[in-house]
């Protein structure tokens, strides 16, 4: 009976789609709500530490390693190393106001 397989309609391919979309942007969003748990906790240990809340190094050694990771993972790199920024700029800010 596998013959009878009901082809699906635009409509209901679309939502299919939608709905594969809805689950990645879920587990985006626990993946780097996670990751924000502990950047907080390495900015209480930098502000217990007193070490700086930015560290350029490991920043820019983050972005080339970010971009090798999205070429080989057909991502554009450019817009990696936007979004890994974005990230950067909010980690950053959370160091800071754990110093005060």
């Not at 013959?3 to 809805?22: C, F, H, M």
């Amino acid at each position: 009976m596998t013959g009878n397989v009901k082809p699906e309609t635009p409509s209901e391919k679309l939502a299919r789609y939608r709905l594969s979309i809805d689950n990645m942007d879920a587990a985006l969003i626990h993946v780097i709500a996670e990751r924000f748990r502990i950047t907080k906790q390495v900015g209480r240990f930098k502000a217990e530490n007193e070490l700086p809340p930015a560290d350029k190094d490991r920043e820019k050694n983050q972005i080339i390693r970010l971009r090798n990771l999205a070429a080989n993972a057909d991502l554009d790199p450019d817009f990696a190393e936007k979004l890994l920024n974005f990230i950067i700029q909010e980690v950053i800010r959370h160091h800071e106001q754990a110093r005060s």
